[in-house]
C-alpha cells in the first residue's frame, strides 16, 4: 500500500484524536489533556491561522500525524514554523511515512514563505534524531528551557 500525506479534515477528529494520545499518553507518558481540549487543537489548526497539522495515511487509515505553529524570528524578520509533532504508529516507524510527513512540513514551510522550519526533540529519543539527521537536518546551537 502506498502511504499519503495531506492536511488535516474534519472527518479525522476521532481517529486524530486516538493518535494523539497514543503520542501523548503511549509514547510520551504525559497525562492526557482532555479530549475537549484536544478537539480544541485541532479545529483551531484546521484553519491554519496558528498552525497547520497533516495526516499520514495507508488504506484510508491514519497512520501518523505531525503539527507544525507559527511565530516569527527577530533575526529574520520574518514568519517561521515549528514542527510541534512527528508522529507515526509503532509499525511504521523507520519507514516511509516519517520521512513523507517530515518532507511534507518542510515543502509547506517554503511554500508558505517560512524562513525556515525548526524543532525539538527529547533527548533520549535517539531513533527520531537519527532519522532526523539522516534526511539531512543539522544539530542546532540553541540550548533549549522552558519554565512553568
Not at 18 to 46: E, T
Not at 89 to 100: C, I, L, N, V
Not at 120 to 128: G, K, L, Q
Request: contains cysteine; proline residues 3%.
Amino acid at each position: 500500500m502506498t502511504i499519503h500525506i495531506r492536511e488535516t479534515q474534519p472527518d479525522d477528529l476521532k481517529p486524530l484524536m486516538a493518535l494523539m494520545h497514543d503520542y501523548v499518553v503511549g509514547f510520551y507518558n504525559n497525562p492526557w489533556p482532555g479530549d475537549q481540549s484536544i478537539q480544541l487543537l485541532i479545529n483551531n489548526l484546521l484553519n491554519q491561522q496558528i498552525g497547520a497539522q497533516f495526516v499520514a495515511v495507508e488504506d484510508r487509515k491514519l497512520i501518523g500525524f505531525s503539527t507544525l505553529f507559527f511565530t516569527y524570528s527577530t533575526m529574520k524578520a520574518e514568519r517561521v514554523a515549528i514542527m510541534n509533532d512527528l508522529f507515526v504508529t509503532e509499525t511504521f516507524r523507520e519507514g516511509e511515512a516519517e520521512a513523507k510527513l517530515f518532507a511534507h512540513c518542510q515543502q509547506y514551510t517554503r511554500d508558505h514563505g517560512c524562513a525556515y522550519m525548526s524543532w525539538i526533540t527529547a533527548v533520549t529519543n535517539e531513533r527520531a534524531q537519527q532519522l532526523f539527521e539522516r534526511l539531512g537536518a543539522t544539530r542546532g546551537a540553541w540550548v533549549n528551557y522552558s519554565i512553568t
